[in-house]
């Protein structure tokens, strides 16, 4: 095997790792922090200094990561193939 052959599939193997790391975290992990109110739940409202329930994540501070959106519609695409 040419050393320049093996340098090519380097980058292929470490993308499908990546893929297939992100899937196996999405599956133990499902919920990530949410974005706008950095996992704290509450935000400043844009007048005065009140903090009120972030409207992202309903006060929860967490939000579902995007791989288990699509793991969760591949899963109903699949129940509905089956009726
Ligand atoms: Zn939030």
């Not at 329930?53 to 695409?77: F, P, Q, S, Y």
């Amino acid at each position: 095997m040419d050393p320049r052959d093996l340098l090519a599939t380097v980058p292929c193997l470490a993308i499908a790792l990546l893929t297939l790391g992100y899937l196996a975290l999405c599956v133990v992990d499902p919920f990530g922090r949410c974005r706008a109110c950095h996992g704290t739940g509450r935000k400043h409202s844009t007048i005065g200094r009140l903090r009120r329930e972030c409207r992202r994540c309903a006060g929860t501070g967490l939000r579902l990561r995007v791989g288990r959106h699509a793991i969760n519609h591949i899963k109903d695409e699949y129940q509905a193939a089956k009726r």
